[in-house]
């Protein structure tokens, strides 16, 4: 598995720890909510870089007043058919103005990348055996949008607008 970020194979330097392991001693964590919840306190105070991963049912007002602590959301997309995580990580940005990395985990479709990074979503965790030339050819498929959304791109009305 491979992590894209901001359009660029990277390393991650995150480890997810599941609610039966226990958190390493060093380095950037992602916990799910359950652990979050019950260890909070402990986590806060590490020295290292803390993320927590949103299943598809919980939605992003329950971790809302700590968004600013959390280095990054992991929304897990876990089938085709269920959108919540593109509506998590629009709320994510515009109504909670997180700025944080915003990761798409799970089922993570190379024709889904596009939509993804419209909503704000800024890295994938993708199983290709060419991540990054996936991704670019995913990134390339439309030029013209019509839907304002996270990611500040103009959109058609705008862009005739500025030629007239």
């Not at 380095?27 to 803390?50: D, H, M, Y």
């Amino acid at each position: 598995m491979a992590l894209i970020k901001d359009g660029k194979l990277v390393d991650d330097v995150f480890v997810y720890v599941g609610d039966d392991v226990t958190l390493p001693a060093d380095g950037a964590v992602i916990v799910n909510l359950e652990r979050w919840q019950s260890s909070r306190e402990e986590l806060l105070q590490r020295n290292e870089p803390v993320g927590i991963r949103l299943r598809s049912d919980q939605p992003p007002d329950l971790i809302g007043a700590c968004l600013k602590k959390l280095a990054v959301v992991a929304l897990e997309f876990p089938a085709f058919r269920d959108g919540r995580a593109y509506s998590y990580a629009r709320l994510l940005r515009e109504k909670y103005d997180y700025r944080g990395e915003l990761r798409a985990v799970g089922d993570v479709l190379l024709e889904q990348l596009h939509f993804m990074v419209r909503t704000g979503i800024d890295a994938f965790e993708i199983h290709s055996e060419d991540p990054i030339g996936d991704f670019e050819i995913a990134a390339a498929d439309f030029s013209v949008w019509y839907q304002p959304t996270a990611d500040g791109r103009r959109t058609a009305l705008e862009l005739r607008r500025q030629r007239s």
